[in-house]
Every structure is written in C-alpha cells, then in structure tokens.
C-alpha cells in the first residue's frame, strides 16, 4: 500500500464500499429471489456488479499509488481515471440489462403471462436497510473523495449516492405490489435501471474528458492568470496549458517578460512564477515556465 495518506483515505473508503456491497448484493438477491420482488432482485444484481467494479477499482488504485519511473515519469495516476471508466462501463452495462428484464416481466404481467401476488415483507425490510447503509457510505466516500480529489473515489460515491434513488424506488414499488398492482414492483426495476444508466453515462463523460486532457475548468485558468500577473516582471501571460492526471496537476505557462533583460534575471522570474504556482496549487506535480520578450 501506498505511504500517501490520501491513499489510504482512498483505498479505506473503496474497501469498505466494497465489502458492504458485497454483503449487500447477496442478501438483496437472496431475499428478491425468496421473497418474489424484480425490483430488489434488480438491485441484488445492481450490488453484484458494483462488486465486480469495486475489485478492479481497488486494483487500479493501488498501482496508481506506485512512484514515477523512466517509462512512467508523471507517475501512474491517470490509472485512477482508467478505475473510473471501468466504474462507468460496469454500471451502464448493468443498467441496460436490468431494464429490458423489467419491462419483459411488466410486459407479461400485463398481459396475464406470468401471475404475481406482491413481495414478502422481508424483501420491504432489506430494502429499507440497504437506504440506510447506502447513505452511510455516501457521505463518508464523499467526505474522502473531496479531502483526496480522487477521481475514482467520487465516481463510486456517485454510484452511492444513487443507490439511494434506486433502492428507494424499489422499496416504494415492493409497498405498492404488495397491496395495489403486480405489475408496479418491476415498473419500480425498471425505474432503478434509468437511475442507474444515468450514473454510468455521468461517470464516463467525466472520466473519459480526463483521460482527453479536456483542460481544467476556466475558473482554475483564471485564477492562475490572477496570481501571475502580480508576480514582479512578469509583463503578459500568454498561454497557461494544464492538466490533470489523476491527482495532480500538470501546468504548462508562457509569460512575457522585458527584452532587454539577462537570461539569468528571465530564469529568476520564472523561478518566482514556479514557486507562486506551488505556494497556491497543492496538487501541483509538474510545472513548465517559458519566457521570451512580452509583445507590449
């Protein structure tokens, strides 16, 4: 494991995710299977696949950990955004599945192909448990992928968070099917499965524009412009380039500075921009200063 405290805040927050939806996924498929509900079962299999991602997460995270090396000089972290990717992929894969079932056995009950007499109150019960541990581990996989800036950490407090929306559909839709129409308890599956395709198509944008080196937000741009332009002798910033990988921060920048200036005195001044950089930029893990005569 890696001596970086925020990895291990990292992997903490995945391994607990992990073993909770582990325990999470069997009991709600057991119980959905006995206790006649699509939409727990729907969400049984949604635990199972979070599971599967959640081992190859964990995975990915602890090679993300390792130090630079010659083939790998900025480090591994852009494995992070591989983790979230998978996370993406696992999650709209599992949606589409879950949906075509449930409309497949809404189908049937409504046209009297199969017959339904609502879930057991066991199947109501784990429902209600898994919102509650749900909203546990949202907050604190929240809590850590802020403190950490993990990519991959907040793509699974995501995933969290909208087992929330899902397991609450299916716990509303057990407690209609058992006292109103048959058909509501896999409508109710069908439901979680929308919820949780939108989680996965969010997470892969996000993870996939990182792996593109989509440049940061305008606001980061801008307040790097900000705190350049007071540095003494800087007399225009002309370009600022930046990315992430990972946890870090890659900035690239051109300034202009006096022409008539040394080099020595132009290799000062960007010294001084790379130190403002690093003084206001914590994730700052490479940064590239050019310099030539300002355009003014």
């Known amino acids: 494991m890696s001596e970086n405290p925020h990895d291990r805040e990292n992997l903490l927050a995945v391994n607990l ?17 006995v206790g006649h509900s699509p939409a727990l079962l729907a969400d049984g299999i949604n635990s199972t696949s979070d599971v599967a991602y959640l081992v190859i997460v964990r995975v990915f995270m ?39 079932d449930a409309i497949n056995q809404v189908y049937d009950l409504l046209t009297g192909q199969r017959q339904f007499a609502g879930a057991t109150s066991a ?40 087992d929330i929306f899902s397991i609450a559909a299916a716990a509303l ?39 593109m080196d989509i440049l940061p937000r305008e606001p980061i741009v801008g307040r790097i412009r900000q705190w350049l332009t007071v540095v003494p002798g800087v007399e225009q910033v002309e370009e600022i380039h930046a990315h992430r990988i990972g946890l870090y921060l890659h900035v690239d920048v051109t300034i202009g500075v006096d022409g008539t200036l040394t080099v020595a005195a ?11 950089l690093r003084r206001n930029i914590e994730y700052l893990r490479h940064v590239t200063i050019h310099y030539h005569p300002s355009k003014m």
């Not at 996965?200 to 996000?206: F, P, Q």
Request: cysteine-free.
């Open 17 to 33: 995710s992990l073993a909770a939806n582990a325990v999470l996924a069997v009991l709600k498929t057991a119980v959905g299977i």
């Open 62 to 100: 602890g090679l993300a950990g390792k130090p630079p090396d010659k083939e790998h000089p900025f480090g591994h972290r852009q494995l992070e955004s591989i983790a979230a990717v998978v996370v993406g992929a696992f999650v709209v894969t599992t949606a589409v599945a879950i949906f075509w």
């Open 123 to 162: 199947a109501l019960w784990v429902a209600l448990l898994t919102v509650v541990v749900k909203v546990v581990l949202t907050v604190f996989t929240s809590r850590v992928g802020r403190r950490t800036s993990s990519i991959a950490v907040l793509a699974v407090a995501r995933d969290h968070r909208n």
């Open 173 to 211: 839709g057990i407690l209609i099917g058992q006292t109103g129409p048959s058909w509501v308890d896999p409508a109710a599956a069908a439901l979680v499965a929308m919820v949780i395709l939108h989680t996965g198509v969010t997470i892969l944008r996000e993870s996939s524009a990182d792996l």
């Open 266 to 276: 132009g290799d000062q001044i960007a010294s001084d921009v790379e130190r403002v």
